[in-house]
Structure formats: structure tokens, C-alpha cells
């Protein structure tokens, strides 16, 4: 996954994710991992009115589960404060009429740092197994 702001880039790694996959004739396997959230300024944003856009780097969906923006982080790091719920645009990226990615485009307002949670599920994986993958990511803007 890759976040672009003002014509730059970075990679954005989910902090925890869990995918299913088919495991051979009749089985399946699953993967799942937790971790912390840091919220460490991904990006600078050089005006007040930002419009970043998260590119998912596959041809499956995602779908947004919860999108959220806070002003404030507390003592141990965590989201503190009230939240905005962040309205985003999905589109496909197409590459010799394939999709080869998804961009999720939306507008925000940094005054002086914002904090981002991103909670996303795909399509089925594998059709013989019943869980969806899903992945949460942790973001921060920072106005230069």
C-alpha cells in the first residue's frame, strides 16, 4: 500500500491483517497478526487543505470498513480526542485493461498534525474459504 501526498510517496504497512487462503485439496490456512499502531507523520502536507490518495497495490476490492481522523494523541500513542469520519472515493487503476490497483482519494484539513485509522476487508481471497481478508492501517500528516 502506498500513501501519495504533493507528488510523493511512502509505503504504508498494515499494523494488523488476517487472510485466508486455500491450503491444497479441501483446506484451507489463515494468517493472522496484531501489533501496535504508530502514528509517526507518514507525510508532510504543504497547504491546510490536503487531498492524499491510498493506493491498495492489488486487483481484489477493498472494501472501507472505518475511516477515521483525530487531532490528539494520548500519553501512550494511542487516538485520543473526538474522531471524524473521513468521507473517501474509490477507483480502479487500470493497466492494459486490467486492474492492477485501487485508489482511495479524500480531503482532509491539517492545521498541525492529523492522526488516521484505516480499516479495510477484500473480497474473498479463495472462493473454497469463507473469510474475507481484512487489514487495519495507521497513518499521520504532518503540515510543513
Keep these: 500500500m502506498e500513501l501519495h501526498v504533493n507528488n510523493e510517496q511512502t509505503g504504508l504497512g498494515s499494523w494488523s491483517y488476517s487472510w485466508s487462503s486455500g491450503a491444497g485439496r479441501g483446506s484451507c490456512s489463515s494468517l493472522v497478526a496484531?501489533?501496535?499502531p504508530t502514528y509517526e507523520p507518514d507525510a508532510k502536507v504543504d497547504s491546510l487543505h490536503a487531498r492524499p490518495r491510498i493506493y491498495f497495490l492489488r486487483d481484489q476490492r477493498p472494501r472501507v470498513q472505518s475511516?477515521?481522523?483525530?487531532?490528539?494523541?494520548?500519553?501512550?500513542?494511542w487516538t485520543t480526542g473526538p474522531?471524524?469520519?473521513i468521507r473517501a472515493r474509490l477507483s480502479r487503476v487500470r493497466q492494459d485493461g486490467e486492474v492492477v490497483a485501487w485508489k482511495l482519494r479524500f480531503r482532509t484539513e491539517v492545521v498541525d498534525e492529523?492522526?488516521?485509522d484505516l480499516d479495510v476487508s477484500f473480497e474473498k481471497l479463495d472462493r473454497r474459504c469463507g473469510d474475507n481478508g481484512e487489514a487495519s492501517y495507521a497513518f499521520g500528516l504532518e503540515r510543513e
Design 83 to 85: 474522531a471524524e469520519r
Design 34 to 36: 496484531d501489533g501496535i
Design 67 to 77: 475511516f477515521r481522523a483525530y487531532s490528539e494523541l494520548d500519553e501512550n500513542g
Design 114 to 116: 492529523r492522526y488516521f
